[in-house]
């Protein structure tokens, strides 16, 4: 088991919806981190919160909206989402953005479909 | 543009043979190192990394090893085990502290 908890684990949903995924860590990690993952492909950054501030927007597409309400949540509010956004979507975190040696710790992902 | 290449592909090992995996890379503000293995429907985990300053890190059957010079930095997994069938990713982490990563390697180690 991980220690970054992500939800739901598969979510299907059509375009016209709205959604969250969500993510806790219990680590009292201060960096927290959204990826997007296509099959056979690494991981791509899409945001990063420090100290509960959006810190780096990797220009993701508004529909995509990120929220942190505290050091140990991070959502991601979906809307109006295209079938190629259908992917793996990871949550991280690490004990701070720029401390050196500590490494970013994965959950396991929700798997989203979009119809 | 990758900032990080990584090679072979994919392999395929017998059990109890040594997986070889190879990265490169041309920038040379990169500060930490690590790897990651994940399985099919997982996330993935951190499996081992290392400083710039270090020449070999060895972590029971997993070692890295860099070479600050040449730029490259190397997993091998000694021992084989079926267990270790899985999807390998080399990373670098940058000055704006956003890690870069391998395009990945996928593992089978036959038994």
């Known amino acids: 088991d991980t220690e970054v908890t992500q939800t739901p684990k598969h979510l299907v949903m059509g375009m016209t919806n709205k959604k969250s995924l969500k993510c806790e860590q219990h680590?009292?990690?201060?960096?927290m981190y959204w990826y997007k993952q296509k099959a056979k492909k690494p991981p791509e950054l899409m945001f990063v919160y420090s100290y509960e501030k959006l810190s780096i927007n990797e220009s993701v597409p508004s529909r995509f909206s990120p929220e942190c309400p505290n050091s140990s949540l991070l959502n991601l509010h979906l809307h109006a989402l295209q079938p190629e956004d259908s992917a793996l979507y990871l949550c991280?975190?690490?004990?701070?953005?720029?401390?050196?040696?500590?490494?970013?710790?994965f959950g396991d992902g929700t798997r989203l479909s979009i119809l | 543009q990758q900032q990080v290449k990584q090679s072979p592909q994919s392999l395929i090992v017998q059990k109890g043979g040594i997986s070889i995996i190879n990265c490169a890379y041309e920038?040379?503000?990169?500060?930490?190192f690590p790897w990651y293995q994940q399985f099919p429907g997982k996330g993935p985990a951190l499996l081992i990394a290392?400083?710039?300053?270090?020449s070999e890190k060895k972590e029971g059957r997993f070692t890295i090893s860099f070479n600050k010079s040449a730029k490259q930095f190397s997993l091998h997994i000694m021992d084989s085990q079926p267990g270790d069938s899985a999807t390998y990713f080399c990373a670098a982490r940058n000055l704006d502290y956003k890690l870069s990563f391998g395009a990945g390697t996928t593992v089978t180690v036959r038994a």
């Open positions: 920038n040379t503000a990169f500060d930490y």
């Open positions: 290392i400083r710039p300053d270090v």
């Open positions: 991280a975190s690490s004990h701070g953005v720029e401390q050196l040696n500590q490494p970013q710790h």
């Open positions: 680590m009292g990690h201060r960096a």
